[in-house]
């Protein structure tokens, strides 16, 4: 047989008995890793369509960032406290060191369970007996120290097996029940005090208020006898300088005298008065109908 005819004949063999094998296709977000009669091959194939050697088989390893979370770990602290936290951890796998990975723990449910939580647990225990008081787990401060430092050794820990940490993030502190009542009381009592505060400022306010209001009506009423005194004072003024200028005009005397005579003439109880003709002034002289001028009684 033609040898060329046979290698095309094997090949078409091949194709028939292999088919799409010749072909991996690695998801988006994974890195293929292959396996040749159980052994791990040191290359990763990236996402996409990859032309492969049809005896192999498969293991796509997600290598995007994913996340879980770790309940109730002890913690205890210097004060011979203990407290539980929960913990949410960031990672990722180094996609160059699939194969590895693969090979040395598995899939990522093992890598969780083989490195990520045991080292999680020990680092907690470990960097709270660090921290003086469970209390303190309530400052800011002293929880971004915890987060930040147990981000660091987890990342060193783990990262010469091919895992990166990006985060590791604290979710709940649950202190010890007798710490966590003594603080619920002191709580309570330092809202008693605000509150007691509040009270205290919003009558002093009052006070305030009504001592300004009383200080202007004081004013107010300075102002007005102010006000009173200057109008008399003008008044006063107005009367002396009237006075002052009646006592030398005639003129004006008799001018007073016609409009005295006047409101007598407008009463209907006045009585007819004789004027002296020759007075530089028209005062009454006497009155007709009084019985004293008449001589009658």
Same mark, same amino acid.
């Given at each position: 047989?033609?040898?060329?005819?046979?290698?095309?004949?094997?090949?078409?063999?091949?194709?028939?008995?292999? !088919?799409?094998?010749?072909?991996?296709?690695?998801? #988006?977000?994974?890195?293929?890793?292959?396996?040749?009669?159980?052994?791990?091959?040191?290359?990763?194939?990236?996402?996409?369509?990859?032309?492969?050697?049809?005896?192999?088989?498969?293991?796509?390893? %997600?290598?995007?960032?994913? +996340?879980?979370?770790? +309940?109730?770990?002890?913690?205890?602290?210097?004060?011979?406290?203990?407290?539980?936290?929960?913990? +949410?951890?960031?990672?990722?796998?180094?996609?160059?060191?699939?194969?590895?990975?693969?090979?040395?723990?598995?899939?990522?449910?093992?890598?969780?369970?083989?490195?990520?939580?045991?080292?999680?647990?020990?680092?907690?225990?470990?960097?709270?007996?660090?921290?003086?008081?469970?209390?303190? /787990?309530?400052?800011?401060?002293?929880?971004?120290?915890?987060?930040?430092?147990?981000?660091? $050794?987890?990342?060193?820990?783990?990262?010469?097996?091919?895992?990166?940490?990006?985060?590791?993030?604290? *979710?709940?502190?649950?202190?010890?029940?007798?710490? &966590?009542?003594?603080? !619920?009381?002191?709580? $309570?009592?330092?809202?008693?005090?605000? *509150?007691?505060?509040?009270?205290?400022? *919003?009558?002093?306010?009052?006070?305030?208020?009504?001592?300004?209001?009383?200080? #202007?009506? *004081?004013?107010?009423? $300075?102002?007005?006898?102010?006000?009173?005194?200057?109008?008399?004072?003008?008044?006063?003024?107005?009367?002396?300088?009237?006075?002052? #200028?009646?006592?030398?005009?005639?003129?004006?005397?008799?001018?007073?005298?016609?409009? &005295?005579?006047?409101?007598?003439?407008? %009463?209907?109880?006045?009585? /007819?008065?004789?004027?002296?003709?020759?007075?530089?002034?028209?005062?009454?002289?006497?009155?007709?109908? %009084?019985?004293?001028?008449? !001589?009658?009684?």
């Amino acid at each position: 047989m033609n040898p060329k005819l046979a290698s095309v004949a094997i090949a078409a063999l091949l194709v028939l008995m292999f !088919g799409q094998r010749f072909f991996h296709a690695v998801p #988006a977000g994974h890195v293929g890793v292959a396996i040749l009669f159980g052994e791990v091959q040191e290359d990763p194939y990236p996402e996409g369509l990859n032309i492969v050697n049809p005896l192999l088989t498969w293991v796509d390893l %997600d290598v995007r960032e994913d +996340s879980f979370k770790i +309940s109730q770990l002890e913690m205890p602290t210097r004060d011979q406290l203990l407290s539980k936290v929960d913990l +949410s951890i960031q990672w990722r796998l180094d996609k160059s060191r699939a194969p590895q990975i693969y090979r040395d723990t598995g899939d990522k449910e093992r890598i969780v369970q083989v490195h990520l939580k045991p080292k999680a647990r020990s680092l907690i225990r470990e960097l709270g007996t660090k921290i003086d008081r469970a209390e303190d /787990l309530f400052k800011d401060e002293v929880r971004d120290s915890l987060a930040n430092a147990l981000t660091l $050794e987890l990342a060193e820990y783990v990262g010469s097996k091919g895992i990166i940490i990006d985060s590791v993030l604290l *979710r709940n502190i649950n202190l010890p029940p007798v710490l &966590a009542e003594a603080i !619920g009381r002191k709580k $309570e009592r330092e809202q008693e005090v605000e *509150r007691q505060r509040a009270e205290l400022d *919003r009558v002093r306010l009052e006070q305030e208020q009504q001592v300004a209001l009383a200080e #202007a009506t *004081r004013r107010a009423s $300075e102002e007005q006898s102010k006000t009173i005194r200057i109008l008399a004072d003008a008044k006063a003024y107005e009367i002396a300088t009237i006075n002052k #200028a009646a006592s030398g005009n005639p003129a004006y005397i008799q001018l007073q005298s016609l409009e &005295a005579l006047k409101k007598m003439a407008e %009463d209907p109880a006045a009585k /007819l008065y004789f004027m002296d003709s020759n007075s530089p002034s028209p005062l009454p002289l006497m009155n007709i109908g %009084d019985p004293v001028v008449t !001589g009658k009684r």
